[in-house]
């Protein structure tokens, strides 16, 4: 379960850290003022495309939040960099990418036939 919460104290300390008011947050990421109050108070959550936006505001990664990705047990280490890599795409640009490794994925799928 998401500890909204934690998340919310977390996101406002960031947030505090760039001298930003919740108004000048919430206007650089085309929110509400409302909403971002009820996200850091751990009441309402940022959908994936809101919490993107902020890591390009506010210039977090997910280490921030207690996630460790350059230690994945489970990932090789090809898998890590094109991780690290994803995660740093501008939100811009995530449906170019998307695209991009869908049709390559479908190349690759023909190849091994």
Do not use: C, W
Not at 11 to 18: A, E, F, S, Y
């Amino acid at each position: 379960m998401i500890d909204t919460e934690t998340i919310g104290k977390i996101i406002k300390k960031l947030r505090v850290d760039k001298n930003l008011t919740q108004e000048a947050l919430a206007e650089k990421m085309d929110i509400s003022t409302n909403y971002l109050s009820k996200v850091e108070r751990g009441l309402s959550r940022l959908n994936i495309e809101a919490f993107l936006k902020m890591a390009e505001v506010l210039s977090f990664s997910l280490s921030d939040f207690g996630i460790e990705t350059k230690k994945t047990h489970s990932l090789n280490q090809d898998k890590q960099r094109l991780l690290e890599k994803i995660l740093a795409i501008p939100e811009k640009d995530a449906s170019m990418y998307l695209e991009t490794l869908d049709y390559i994925e479908s190349l690759i799928l023909k190849i091994r036939r």
